[in-house]
């Protein structure tokens, strides 16, 4: 009998995030053209934080952030995301998965 698959998005329904409103922890700087390390984010990003406007620059969204730290090593050369852990009771709870 085959295993039931459970995806990424199901256990990430799990986690609780508790939003500090008006406080982002992660930002991007800034700019005019991203660079591919910043571009990548949209895809590399576990919980979908980043994506492009209409202009082709990168936002972040950062509720939902798994605290990973993908963003801020991918970016670590070009300097382009400002990065710091949330603030205390603030961020991701993994206690529920
Ligand atoms: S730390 Fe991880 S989950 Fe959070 S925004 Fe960066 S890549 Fe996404």
């Known amino acids: 009998m085959a295993e039931s698959m459970i ?6 329904y799990f986690n609780r995030f508790v939003v500090d409103a008006g406080k982002p922890h992660i930002s991007v700087r800034p700019h005019k053209i991203p660079s591919a390390q910043l571009r990548s984010l949209e895809y590399m990003c576990p919980a979908g934080c980043y994506s492009a406007n209409d202009q082709g ?3 972040i969204a950062p509720d939902g952030c798994l605290e990973c730290g993908t963003c801020r090593i991918v970016t670590s050369a070009t300097g382009e995301v400002e990065w710091n852990y949330p603030r205390g009771g603030f961020g991701i709870l ?3 998965g």
């Open 7 to 12: 995806k990424v998005e199901d256990k990430l």
């Open 57 to 59: 620059q990168i936002e």
């Open 94 to 96: 993994y206690k529920f």
